[in-house]
């Protein structure tokens, strides 16, 4: 008889987490025999009555490798210390995993879904493997996430389209992305689609060096420029506050300029994960199978220096990756041109 | 010796502008020796000191298919009659064009460019052959436009990424595409997309009928819906309008519900033309060639029924194409489940 | 109670096909209460034992719009007049198609298809309405058919990437597309794709004009040269012949000339469907529930002029749309510098 | 007065070519004020009469960035010491190279290139940084190359289209991708476009193995199986020899079975290199202008653990990176299903 194993993804989506939920399912059900029950919307399934549990076999996973979303769907507001009528349920979270025999549970999220991870193995002894998922590549304990991949190619086949429109018309367009603590997507994609500006919270931005960098190009003939803005650099609690704060700036500082703000937002998150993002979503699941097999439970699966390993998620809870102002990446996009701003 | 003929791009870009003047040029000058000039940024071009014109080679188009954007640049505010300084320079533009030895101009753009292709004609006796560009679709004067498929792709492309994180998180998803005063885009990509509601200017939308179809969907076990709304259904002077308007009524009929916005805006002129665009653009590109050596200034090319035909320009402006509440198209939408709010 | 109907799919894969089988799942079950019953891999399905038969529901088609492939299966080998044994089973498909109790069935496919529904008609009394399917778009009965855009856009797609690599290294580079009895594709995509040379079944080539072609661009400083074939006008049993003859003509008559061939082949068919086939799939598909609803059984769903309109399938079968080598298309294709050979 | 130095591609093309010479043109013309002279076909544009020598400014890097191919050109016939004609040519390349004032050349290629650069060096004393350039990815000196994931996308997409085809038609199809030597291309696109078979260079495959698989998968009501096949698992210098005998042992081993094959070819070289590849390039072009002006002639820009270091390229040359059999990645492949045959 094979182990009885939970899944469950926690927090917003990410392109890859199919792969991974398929790849747990064709090594612990396909080669292991394990009994893999996936929890829908987090722990709101397992909360709900009757039950929204299912059985994952490889008939549950065809076809959705390259399926945007999750099969198991998520939610923001699975915290079963603070349930959606503000009550700790994680007790009851622990009974009915006990009840179903489930021997532990394989939690794909971020830093939110983790702390509930560490906290539940704390408080209630459920035995948790993470792995990590953050679209904004911002965890501290693994060096990438699935999914950031994905969203970086959105945003930077975005300023690809908006280059023709903006140059055609002699406009000034902004592309708000996300990265709410960190600016990787922005940067990525700053560099890979060829931006003239990149403002990201790492790097604290004034007016006069984003509007003189849009002026410089006037004289040079290029009387047009494309920026891209981390939502983090401006209000993180208002999508396109950002943006619109350095629209602002650049209409305000640049006479005649005519400047135009685009919001990427949900459509970053969606769609078929790129290959690179499958791949890594894979490894990641099967990674998670191995902590598994391996007892190492309340550990994360993690990329380090291009090696899957097993991290404390303890210990790796609250660590950020952040951009470094001083670092390779910034000096490469200063490099080819990008303005910082700062 | 081949004839002397100018070429500008009117109003706001579209994808298959460059391939147009590619099949101008590959025609008219490889093929029939004309000499073919370029004004750079519509009629801004020839009026400016020193004259942004120039010539036109086999040479200047190579790679120019698959871009988007144009070669030539344009503008929405090329309007010799009322030029930026308020001034009409209509018979210094008349000048310059004989002055340059052009027997005629080629000229692509919409119901704009159209009017003023025809006042020009009408008062300075400047001859022109047109080429409808229209984004929207909502010419009257032929079945098709280049350009449109690209952005029905694009906001189609948009409805599958927003799928998935719709149906992960239980949300409603709103989408804002183009179409001022017709709804073509929302309404083929609704279909193409699987949108659940749309909403365009030519369907009077009543809150109660989308928030019904939410509703409903929810008891089906579908906690999420796909709204696309036209711009032009809302206050068309601030994007934006129609489709927060349109979330404001389902978040504020449906409790409980999480509603997002996405305005896509710029993406959809963007981008290298669709493979139909690209050569739709050609066939409009050859038959410009074929009206100015048949000698029929003042008409424009036109789609009808699959053919390219001639129509005089004169009687193609302001005729336009709305979508039919009551024809196959809009029956086919609500067929298939889409609820148009009226 | 509603209609007992069955459905299939005939012939090869196309992009579309689960468009138009969700569109009649859509409106037939979900509106109008039909009960529909899917035949898997054609009438193999209803002639195996246990019969693999499936209830169609609304739950079925979730998510299918945007899969290539059908759900279905298909096959071209579902011929119940000559079934895999060797036998006339069309008598079986009659009495079980009775016994299942289907007033009718709606058959999508190509020739060979709506041939099997003719017959089935004529000597068994089964009732078919048939939708058409053939991605090379030779069908004469209607102006279009789904799937032949998606390939287009492949053909034209893959043209841009050979069009760098052909550049990089001046080289030759011939790409061979479906079409066994006309060029459709190949004629659309070396148009939107940007070909140097296009060959087609209804042309005959001679060696001699595509080698000239070949010279003169090398002589203009363009050392390379991409080739669009058409399989048909090779040996059509050999998939990579015509290529191939294509190939060893310009390699046998520009001395020097480094020559390379690619068959793009099964890739044309995969994949999600571009949003105008998604459209017009769906059009047929509430096409075809409307002509049973009519009970204008023996008619096939058809595009003419825009308009979805029903012809009479014995009408239908054997009339061929075929290039017209005097036409507008070929002659747009030689406007813009297209070397058709002949 | 600012340097003086050349810069050009050797061997095959790859996506990110431009975003090399893009970045070296933006950093060392654009900030630090060098004189950049671009050869034309590698060492050809240098070696022919009049010279095709060019010189470039950011002006000629514009909208390169999205472009497969390179605006250089390059060739694989391009050694010096064994030139077209089987001369040395070398001692002429160096006097050319010192009669224009170059200093140095910047060389992007592979192992080949990397020969020749370390040759040169050696015998006519021209001072060379070089930027590795392998799609296959095997270059032992750096971890990754640019081109590589752009490759495996191509790969990857072209599995997700044979995938609809291969389920609809219940057939198996085999992929042949690039991979002379190693199969790294072969293996990441096996995992993230779910194929079901896997065969690179440094398995040896039993046609048992990989027939007992397909037969399995038959047995669990999946009657239809994609393969992917390195090329150089079969003869190299036989374009297909590797997947049409992947695909022979197959039928031959599977009574019934209909096995088709479709060789990616060119297709994998050319179109817009994915972001990833965007900016590895550029990276290593910042990393190419850092060298020179760090003045460490005689160096390859190489990627480590994800930092952009320096290493001699005499050591470089002849170090291959292959796909280790005992490896994680290979016993990812296996662990959710793929079977590699060996």
Not at 66 to 75: C, K, S, V
Not at 98 to 117: K, N, Q, V
Request: one cysteine or more; aromatic letters at 4%; a neutral charge.
């Amino acid at each position: 008889m094979g182990r009885k194993i939970g899944i469950l993804c926690g927090g917003g989506d990410a392109p890859g987490l199919n792969a991974v939920i398929r790849a747990v399912v064709k090594f612990g059900v396909g080669r292991l025999g394990w009994e893999l029950w996936g929890l829908e919307d987090s722990f709101d399934g397992l909360l709900s009555e009757p039950q929204r549990v299912r059985r994952l076999t490889p008939l549950s996973c065809r076809g959705i490798l390259q399926q945007g979303g999750t099969i198991l769907g998520t939610t923001n507001r699975g915290d079963p210390f603070h349930s959606r009528d503000g009550q700790d349920r994680s007790a009851e979270v622990a009974r009915r995993v006990r009840d179903r025999g489930l021997e532990g549970l394989i939690m794909i999220g971020g830093d939110g879904t983790m702390r509930i991870a560490r906290d539940l193995a704390d408080r209630t002894g459920i035995r948790v493997v993470g792995v990590p998922k953050t679209i904004d590549n911002d965890l501290g304990a693994t060096d990438l996430t699935f999914g950031f991949q994905s969203a970086v190619d959105c945003a930077s086949d975005a300023l690809d389209r908006l280059h023709s429109t903006a140059e055609a018309h002699d406009r000034v367009i902004v592309l708000e992305v996300m990265g709410r603590d960190a600016g990787w997507i922005a940067l990525h994609a700053a560099i890979s689609g060829g931006a003239d500006l990149c403002v990201i919270p790492e790097v604290p931005w004034s007016a006069e060096r984003l509007c003189a960098k849009v002026k410089e190009r006037g004289k040079l003939g290029r009387p047009f420029s494309l920026a891209i803005v981390a939502e983090g650099a401006g209000d993180p609690t208002h999508p396109g506050s950002a943006g619109r704060a350095v629209a602002e700036a650049i209409q305000a500082g640049v006479p005649g300029c005519d400047v135009r703000i685009t919001v990427l937002g949900h459509l970053q998150r969606g769609g078929s994960p790129v290959a690179f993002d499958r791949l890594l979503a894979t490894r990641f699941g099967v990674g998670a199978v191995d902590l598994v097999e391996a007892g190492r439970w309340g550990e994360l699966v993690a990329l380090h220096n291009g090696r899957i390993e097993g991290v404390p998620i303890a210990e790796a809870v609250a660590v950020y990756r952040k951009v470094d102002p001083e670092g390779e990446l910034v000096r490469t996009a200063r490099m080819v041109g990008i303005e910082l701003g700062g």
